[in-house]
């Protein structure tokens, strides 16, 4: 596993994110500029999309059911255990509880796509489909903790229900829904010259993600400050946490036929967090709790949790699963 | 140079709420609102979202009955759960009749 760490941590994206860390720890005040940070999330989602929508065209409907099945059931579960875990473990409040399972029964596309690079450098390639999955397992989650905070008492926000066509009409979902059902419906005539430029695979690509993990570290590197707010529990719930949801997501890859590649990715999204599609959906429906808790959590534990011991833990799942 | 007193009605909000601020200002008697994105300190500071202390302004020029109702609103729907800060000055407005809504 150690090989495989190095061979995870010594490319230029997890460095680019050590570097925003150190940078933001050594308090500079360098910010992407937000339009470029979000053009680049644009990019990033657009390719995954796109590419994925191909592969999903050449895989067929067929290949992709038991995923998907495994996927929702993975969807369901996180945002679940997740808030009996805050609740009556770490005795959190209902909107706590429920604004932090949020993040965590949605997923990171950045750390989507970390797991994808990391599994393919390994000789390990997913499925080339795994973007529909990504786009699967990013909303139900969300509704399905804010339905269970809106149970738990009055809130001052919006109903759970009103944010559902926020959510589902947000940046992530419509460059991701979008550019699978675009990539899927396009000739391979018309692929061929753009997949230089889209394929997670080519240059272009891998140089945006580097920049783009480089703003991820100063964002982390900013919360790390809020960590002795977050408190104990919540900081180890933020790394064993993702690691039963990695281990399971894996193990129910493997069981839905997924390659070792692909049960490790889809491992990845069970444990990632989410922290741009959450965070708005939460705190329209459950202003009271608090986001500094699920932010903090999510970018400045989980993240680099993730990046540095989840997916190799993950893709060592997946390996001896297989075998 | 012809000019009405009207009253300025300031927002600061987080980000999140800017689409249900605006329609909430429309359905009060605004004729309209200028919102500029903004960041800062104190009230603000770290919120939803990936763009720590990020927040929008929101101005509405608005007669001085339009005005109260929409601090009294804010004030008693967002100021216990959200970041919000409100201030309200005279201005002194040129075409000062496309800001009043006539019954």
């Known amino acids: 596993?150690?090989?495989?760490?190095?061979?995870?941590l010594l490319a230029p994206a997890p460095l680019a994110f050590a570097l925003g860390v150190v940078a933001r720890l050594g308090r500079t005040e360098f910010r992407l500029p937000k339009d470029?940070?979000?053009?680049?999330?644009?990019?990033?989602?657009?390719?995954?999309?796109?590419?994925?929508?191909?592969?999903l065209r050449h895989a067929g409907w067929g290949a992709i059911t038991y995923p998907a099945l495994a996927t929702i059931g993975l969807a369901v579960l996180t945002p679940v255990?997740?808030?009996?875990?805050?609740?009556?473990?770490?005795?959190?409040?209902?909107?706590?509880?429920?604004?932090?399972?949020?993040?965590?029964?949605s997923t990171s596309a950045v750390t989507f796509i970390a797991a994808s690079t990391a599994a393919r450098a390994a000789g390990l390639e997913p499925e080339g489909f795994m973007p529909t999955l990504l786009a699967l397992i990013e909303s139900p989650g969300i509704h399905i903790a804010l339905a269970i905070g809106a149970l738990g008492g009055k809130s001052e926000g919006q109903p759970a229900g009103a944010v559902l066509r926020e959510v589902l009409t947000a940046r992530t979902m419509v460059l991701l829904m979008g550019g699978l059902t675009v990539g899927y419906l396009m000739r391979e005539a018309h692929w061929t010259p753009i997949a230089p430029f889209f394929d997670a695979r080519a240059g272009a690509f891998k140089a945006v993600l580097t920049i783009f993990m480089l703003e991820m570290g100063?964002?982390?590197?900013?919360?790390?400050?809020?960590?002795?707010?977050?408190?104990?529990?919540?900081?180890?719930?933020?790394?064993?946490?993702?690691?039963?949801f990695g281990v399971t997501g894996t193990w129910f890859g493997h069981l839905a036929g997924l390659s070792p590649g692909g049960a490790a990715v889809l491992g990845t999204m069970a444990a990632s967090a989410s922290y741009i599609a959450a965070p708005p959906a939460v705190r329209v429906t459950l202003p009271e709790a608090n986001p500094t808790y699920s932010l903090t959590a999510a970018l400045a534990v989980t993240f680099p949790f993730n990046l540095l011991v989840g997916i190799p833990l993950y893709l060592r799942t997946a390996t001896w699963l297989s075998a | 140079?012809?000019?009405?007193?009207?009253?300025?009605?300031?927002?600061?909000?987080?980000?999140?709420?800017?689409?249900?601020?605006?329609?909430?200002?429309?359905?009060?008697?605004?004729?309209?609102?200028?919102?500029?994105?903004?960041?800062?300190?104190?009230?603000?500071?770290?919120?939803?979202?990936?763009?720590?202390?990020?927040?929008?302004?929101i101005e509405v020029v608005a007669a001085r009955d339009v005005a109260d109702r929409i601090v009294e609103e804010v004030s008693r729907d967002y100021f216990q759960s959200y970041s919000v800060v409100v201030w309200l000055s005279e201005v002194a407005v040129v075409r000062g009749e496309k800001f009043v809504r006539h019954r």
């Open chain 1, 1 to 8: 596993m150690g090989e495989l760490a190095a061979a995870t």
């Open chain 1, 81 to 105: 255990t997740a808030y009996l875990v805050l609740r009556h473990a770490g005795r959190f409040s209902v909107a706590d509880s429920a604004g932090i399972a949020a993040h965590y029964g």
């Open chain 1, 218 to 244: 100063l964002l982390a590197g900013e919360r790390l400050g809020d960590l002795r707010r977050v408190g104990l529990f919540l900081t180890g719930f933020a790394t064993v946490m993702p690691a039963v």
């Open chain 2, 1 to 57: 140079m012809q000019t009405t007193p009207l009253s300025l009605v300031t927002l600061i909000a987080e980000p999140v709420l800017e689409a249900r601020l605006t329609s909430r200002l429309l359905a009060l008697g605004a004729t309209g609102f200028t919102v500029t994105e903004c960041h800062g300190e104190g009230s603000l500071g770290r919120r939803a979202g990936d763009i720590p202390g990020a927040g929008v302004r």
């Open chain 1, 36 to 55: 470029i940070y979000v053009g680049l999330s644009v990019y990033l989602l657009w390719s995954l999309g796109l590419q994925g929508g191909v592969e």
